[in-house]
Each structure stands twice: as C-alpha cells, then as structure tokens.
C-alpha cells in the first residue's frame, strides 16, 4: 500500500577507520607503483580497517554521526547496504540497531555490492512509502579489504574501507531532500564479472572444497570497466529524464567512486563539466557501498554540496547492478 510520502534526507554521517594505507605502501609489497595506481585509477591513499573492525564497528559510527546530523536519537527502521556483513547469518543490521540503542525496529541488510547505496534508498522510499515506518536510518559500510586478496594487485590497489549514512523520514515529494525516481537494474548473466566465488552454498553443496583464493574478491577489471561506463551513462540520463531535469540543471555528480577514469568518461558522456563532479577517490579508494554516502558526506562538510543543489547519484557493481538517483540537496548539521 503506497501512502503518497515521499522519503526526505534529513541527517548525513560517515566514517573511515584511522589507519591510512598509501601507494608507496602497497608498492612495497605488491609489483605495483604509485604512478601506475594514480594514472590507472586516481587513487593516492585510502583507509584500511585494522585487525579486529569489521563492517558492523563501521556502520555504528557513521549512523551514530547521521542520527546526530538528523538532530534525533530513534528511527523506525534500519538498512545496512553491504558486501562485507559480519557474518554470513544473520544480518548485520540488526546487531548495528541493537548497539545503536534503536531498540526492536525493522533492520535488515541489502545487498547489492557498489550499488547497495541506491538500492538501499528504493529499500528506505518503500518502508517509508508504506507506512512501515515513518523515518529510516540507512546505512553503508563495507570493509571491503576483507574480501581483497592481498596478493591479486588487480583489486589490493583498488578498492578500500568506510561508511557512510543518512537518515530519511516522511515528507511531501516537492521539499527539499525529497528523493526524486529511482532507476535501477541488474544483470545476473554477467555476475561472473565480480564475484566471490566460494563460500555460499553453491559450492558448499558441490561437496568440493574450494580453493584458498576462490573465498576471495575477483574481478574482470576491463570489461566491468566498460560496463560501468555505459549502465552509469543510461540510468543518469533516465533518472534525470524521469525527474524532468535537463542534465544541464545538474549542479552536482556523485557517482560511485569505482576508478576516476570511469567517473570522467561518464561526466563527458553525460556533458556534466569537472566542476560540478564531486570526487574523494584519491583519498579514499573505492569503498564499495559505502562510497556514495562518504562522498556526500564528506562534500557537505566540506561546503562543496549545499542547500539548494540538485543532485544526480548513480553507482554500478557486482550482480551486475547499478542505478541512478536525483534529489535537491537539503539543509544539513555536518558532526
Ligand atoms: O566498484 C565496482 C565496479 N568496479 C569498477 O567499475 C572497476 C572497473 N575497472 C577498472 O577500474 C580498471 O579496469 C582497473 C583499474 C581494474 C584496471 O585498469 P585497466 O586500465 O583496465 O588495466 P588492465 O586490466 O587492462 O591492465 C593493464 C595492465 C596489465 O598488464 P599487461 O597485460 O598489459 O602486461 C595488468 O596486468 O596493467 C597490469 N596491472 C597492473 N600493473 C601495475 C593490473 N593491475 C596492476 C597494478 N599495478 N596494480
């Protein structure tokens, strides 16, 4: 049953974990270089969780900066956007709600690897939408670097550690904040693409054990290279024609931060100028879900991202999946 609401961004939080890993510092075990790095992705450092931290550490202290942000303690529901969960059962969310202090509220987590930021806001609009609840903390966090095998400098160089959330509550379509259409997709021919391929239970029921390296992240970097580009380029294009913008009007890019020759190609395709692309890439790596939250984040502290900008998002990743958002950026407390 849908009530007409329309779910509004009313608080932002994210967090990094404080250990700070360079190129040079990758370069020292890996056959890698800074130069290959920053030319081949725009990545200088990023943050790699410690022994110990894992996603549920993450997402606690990036929801507890939105709840602050947000100006309330309690909400009527949890999402964790996440590739990484504590534990393969149960669902992290809850536990993330529980230490919180949230109480017994609806959590559950999404998964939808780079994209789960997107697909948690569709997941967030339909609690909200429903009348399940009427405010949502959503959140998404990855310790990615756990999944990374840290010999495969294909992936090792890549991708990094954060989270990121906002807290949505019930309001009217046409209000600040308010998300505008959501377009998403996915295309499960091409899931070979990114993958983990063991653990799960098709190869637990094979009855074969698997090799070492298959408990670990893969990926087909070119061709997903490709695909990125052009699923980012069309659901940025839908999303804004649904929104009844002309990309023009776009003030402001936040794409997934998967590589910043990606996040260029997609912006001149779209003829979205340099200036009104939001990136942190070099700093941060490619944190997985978390890596749309943690730009918007990190750019309203920043002052980059201000009241009144309208707002394009899109993400691409494992599934395949991805998808694409538009929302006229709200009044927020940064914590
Ligand atoms: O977040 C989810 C979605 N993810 C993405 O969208 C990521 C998409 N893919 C990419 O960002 C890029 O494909 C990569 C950054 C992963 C790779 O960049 P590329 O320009 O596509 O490189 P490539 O895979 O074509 O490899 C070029 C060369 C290869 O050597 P040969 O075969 O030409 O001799 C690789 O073995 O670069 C080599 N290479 C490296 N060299 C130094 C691959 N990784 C490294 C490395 N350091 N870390």
Same mark, same amino acid.
């Not at 569709?122 to 756990?146: E, H, M, N, Y």
């Not at 009241?307 to 940064?334: D, I, K, M």
């Given at each position: !049953?849908?009530?007409? #609401? &329309?779910?509004?961004?009313?608080?932002?939080?994210?967090?990094?974990?404080?250990?700070?890993?360079?190129?040079?510092?990758?370069?020292? =075990?890996?056959?890698?270089?800074?130069?290959?790095?920053?030319?081949?992705?725009?990545?200088?450092? *990023?943050? %790699?969780?410690?022994?110990?931290?894992?996603?549920?550490?993450?997402?606690? @202290?990036?929801?507890? *900066?939105?709840?602050?942000?947000?100006?309330?303690?309690?909400?009527?529901?949890?999402?964790?956007?996440?590739?990484?969960?504590?534990?393969?059962?149960?669902?992290?969310?809850?536990?993330?709600?529980?230490?919180?202090?949230?109480?017994?509220?609806?959590?559950?987590?999404?998964?939808?690897?780079?994209?789960?930021?997107?697909?948690?806001?569709?997941?967030?609009?339909?609690?909200?939408?429903?009348?399940?609840?009427?405010?949502?903390?959503?959140? &998404?966090?990855?310790?990615?670097?756990?999944?990374?095998?840290? @010999?495969? *400098?294909?992936?090792?160089?890549?991708?990094?550690?954060?989270?990121? $959330?906002?807290?949505?509550?019930?309001?009217? +379509?046409?209000?600040?904040?308010?998300?505008? +259409?959501?377009?998403?997709?996915?295309?499960?021919?091409?899931?070979?693409?990114?993958?983990?391929?063991?653990?799960?239970?098709?190869?637990?029921?094979?009855?074969?054990? $698997?090799?070492?390296?298959?408990? %670990?992240?893969? !990926?087909?970097?070119?061709?997903?290279?490709?695909?990125?580009? @052009?699923? !980012?380029?069309? &659901?940025?294009?839908?999303?804004?024609?649904?929104?009844?913008?002309?990309?023009?009007?776009?003030?402001?890019?936040?794409?997934?931060?998967?590589?910043? =020759?990606?996040?260029?190609?997609?912006?001149?395709?779209?003829?979205?100028?340099?200036?009104? #692309?939001?990136?942190?890439?070099? #700093?941060?790596?490619?944190?997985?879900?978390?890596?749309?939250?943690?730009?918007?984040?990190?750019?309203?502290?920043?002052? =980059?991202?201000?009241?009144?900008?309208?707002?394009? /998002?899109?993400?691409?990743?494992?599934? /395949?999946?991805?998808?694409?958002?538009?929302?006229?950026? +709200?009044? /927020?407390?940064?914590?």
């Amino acid at each position: !049953m849908s009530t007409g #609401r &329309a779910a509004v961004v009313t608080g932002i939080g994210s967090y990094v974990p404080p250990n700070i890993v360079t190129n040079e510092d990758l370069s020292r =075990r890996l056959d890698t270089s800074d130069e290959w790095i920053r030319t081949r992705t725009g990545i200088a450092e *990023r943050f %790699f969780v410690s022994p110990g931290t894992s996603t549920g550490d993450l997402a606690v @202290e990036a929801g507890l *900066r939105a709840l602050k942000s947000a100006g309330g303690e309690q909400v009527g529901a949890v999402v964790l956007a996440t590739t990484t969960p504590d534990q393969p059962c149960p669902a992290t969310a809850p536990q993330v709600a529980a230490r919180l202090g949230l109480g017994q509220v609806p959590a559950f987590d999404v998964a939808a690897v780079c994209s789960g930021f997107l697909y948690g806001l569709a997941s967030a609009a339909g609690l909200i939408a429903s009348g399940v609840a009427d405010s949502v903390l959503l959140i &998404a966090a990855d310790a990615f670097t756990t999944i990374i095998n840290p @010999e495969d *400098r294909t992936t090792a160089v890549i991708f990094a550690d954060g989270a990121g $959330a906002v807290v949505l509550r019930a309001g009217s +379509p046409g209000e600040p904040g308010a998300l505008g +259409p959501l377009v998403l997709g996915s295309d499960g021919e091409l899931s070979h693409l990114i993958e983990v391929p063991a653990g799960g239970s098709k190869q637990r029921s094979s009855g074969r054990p $698997a090799a070492p390296e298959d408990y %670990f992240f893969r !990926m087909l970097g070119r061709d997903t290279y490709r695909h990125a580009v @052009e699923r !980012m380029t069309s &659901a940025s294009t839908e999303a804004a024609e649904r929104a009844g913008w002309r990309l023009a009007d776009v003030d402001r890019f936040a794409a997934h931060q998967a590589n910043a =020759r990606i996040l260029a190609a997609v912006s001149d395709r779209l003829g979205i100028p340099e200036e009104r #692309r939001l990136s942190n890439i070099a #700093r941060v790596g490619n944190t997985g879900a978390a890596s749309i939250p943690l730009l918007l984040a990190e750019a309203t502290a920043e002052g =980059r991202l201000t009241a009144g900008n309208r707002v394009l /998002l899109t993400a691409f990743g494992g599934g /395949l999946s991805w998808g694409a958002a538009t929302l006229t950026w +709200p009044e /927020l407390q940064t914590i």
